[in-house]
């Protein structure tokens, strides 16, 4: 079976397969007419422990589209259900099929999905299909925040099916090969608590806490440690997310994974000109996801979390509730706390100062005022050379930057050492929207070269290479008001 990619190095070991029906599906990819490679990510299939140059680019691109299978997967839709812009649907995988669980070089497990693979019994109206922009689009972005340092399911593989896709116009068709620690997302948890098997909440319980956190399996309260586990994951992901400027744009709570990476890539975008209020996403008229938003719902979404662990974290209903409420009133402390601890390392101070959040709090504010590029700003306090300076002659920034190097002599600080801290926490380069828009155009025309380029420089985001200012510019001005679709 399949010997043409048996010498990739696939090493499955299927654990979610084996969870209770009512979870999943199991099915196959619906095989597709033509695949063709569009990219491959080298680097990551080296960490995974596979060898593509093991077979040919034919069968990388019948493999990477589904038709042909390795050996040892369990194809599988999972179920799940989420709070959509914050309306309860019963939801699952509508468009992907977990083709099994990988365990890599260094004997991680990760989950092998592929998205836009078909229909599945979750697929309610839509076709199981997926279009090459929104693919290409999650693997450019993805890519780009694990490089930033950021937790993320990875991309493996995009290939062109030589189908057609029909949205409001006909597109591409395409599928994207994801890597995540797995696909257990607070939606899973939502669906697991109201589905008629009653026992199906605990077998995913465990089945969470053995694979993704193992230590609270002794605990007294385990229940309450893994929500404050993974609201603690949670909480970093969304500081790193305002750190460097990122906008999920679809925070619905079938989109938090438990494992605390980034997950599902849609209108997601990052921000320019420092705005609180940005959105991009089109489908996010109130401003629900925007950026200032995204701790509150972080939030909201683990509240959720914990409403449907409730019957797990004790046999007293209202006990349960009484420690749950408390638990997720714990939050705004928690990420206050990492959102301090973080914007001083993008200004390199060192220990705590009172005037600290002062002095944040009006950068920030100068910087909303002043139209001014967030990704930048930090750049030019590193005395990184960026295009438009004009703007920090201001008499604001000035006066502010002077408080700012005062504060810098704290706690036997130096300037190495605070650019240091800085260096670390401030990219160079982000996936510019204009820029993503053109390698995307581009690659929808055979052209793949734009989208090569702009990977190079976002694979590393905080070394300053040769040719990186024209990467750096904000939007041109009529790109202001860029705007993302869903992409289904
Ligand atoms: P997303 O917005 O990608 O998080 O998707 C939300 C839900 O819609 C998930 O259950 C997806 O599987 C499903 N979905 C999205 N696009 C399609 C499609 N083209 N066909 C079937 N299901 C889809
Ligand atoms: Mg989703």
């Not at 939050?331 to 601890?341: A, R």
């Not at 990184?384 to 703007?391: L, P, Q, R, V």
Request: one cysteine or more; proline letters at 5%.
């Amino acid at each position: 079976m399949n010997k043409a990619i048996s010498k990739i190095g696939w090493r499955f070991d299927n654990t979610y397969s084996k969870l209770p029906d009512t979870m999943l599906s199991k099915l196959s990819p619906i095989p597709v007419k033509a695949p063709q490679i569009i990219i491959i990510n080298h680097s990551l299939s080296k960490q995974l422990g596979l060898d593509f140059s093991t077979t040919n680019e034919e069968n990388l691109a019948l493999m990477f589209s589904g038709n042909l299978l390795p050996e040892g997967s369990d194809a599988i839709a999972q179920a799940y259900a989420g709070h959509q812009f914050g309306h309860f649907t019963m939801l699952g995988d509508g468009r992907a099929i977990v083709i099994g669980e990988h365990i890599s070089k260094n004997n991680q497990r990760f989950d092998i999905q592929f998205k836009g693979s078909g229909k599945t019994p979750f697929s309610r109206n839509g076709d199981g299909r997926a279009a090459l922009g929104p693919m290409l689009r999650e693997y450019i972005i993805s890519e780009a925040i694990h490089a930033l340092n950021i937790p993320t399911t990875r991309s493996l593989a995009v290939v062109k099916t030589g189908e057609t896709v029909m949205r409001e116009t006909p597109l591409i068709g395409a599928i994207l090969t994801r890597v995540a620690k797995s696909h257990i997302r607070v939606g899973t948890f939502q669906y697991a608590v109201i589905s008629e098997d009653k026992k199906n909440l605990k077998t995913l319980f465990d089945y969470t806490v053995e694979r993704h956190y193992p230590h609270i399996k002794d605990s007294k309260t385990p229940a309450l440690d893994l929500l404050k586990t993974v609201m603690e994951k949670q909480t970093k992901l969304v500081v790193d997310w305002m750190r460097v400027g990122f906008i999920h744009g679809v925070m619905n709570t079938d989109n938090m994974a438990i494992s605390g990476e980034t997950i599902d890539y849609g209108p997601c975008a990052f921000m320019d000109t420092y705005d609180p209020e940005t959105v991009f996403s089109s489908i996010d008229q109130q401003g629900r996801y925007a950026y200032f938003n995204q701790p509150g719902i972080a939030k909201w979404n683990l509240a959720r979390l914990a409403e449907s662990l409730i019957p797990l974290i004790d046999n007293d209903k209202d006990k349960a509730i009484k420690i749950a409420t408390e638990t997720i009133n714990s939050f705004s402390e928690l990420y206050k706390k990492n959102w301090f601890k973080m914007m001083r390392k993008k200004l390199g101070l060192l220990g705590e100062d009172l005037k600290d959040e002062g002095l944040i709090i009006d950068l920030l504010t100068w910087m909303h005022q002043n139209k001014a590029d967030y990704t930048n700003t930090f750049c030019y306090l590193m005395n990184e050379k960026i295009k438009e300076e004009k703007i920090y002659s201001n008499q604001g920034f000035i006066s502010w930057k002077q408080q700012w190097q005062e504060r810098l002599k704290l706690h036997k600080n130096s300037p190495e050492k605070s650019l240091e801290l800085m260096r670390l926490a401030n990219p160079l380069v982000i996936p510019r929207n204009h820029k993503v828009e053109e390698a995307l155009e581009a690659a929808n025309n055979d052209d793949l070269s734009p989208m090569k380029n702009l990977l190079k420089f976002l694979e590393k985001p905080y070394e300053n290479q040769e040719g990186i200012i024209e990467y750096q510019y904000p939007a041109p001005p009529s790109n202001e008001k860029y705007q993302t679709f869903c992409g289904t």
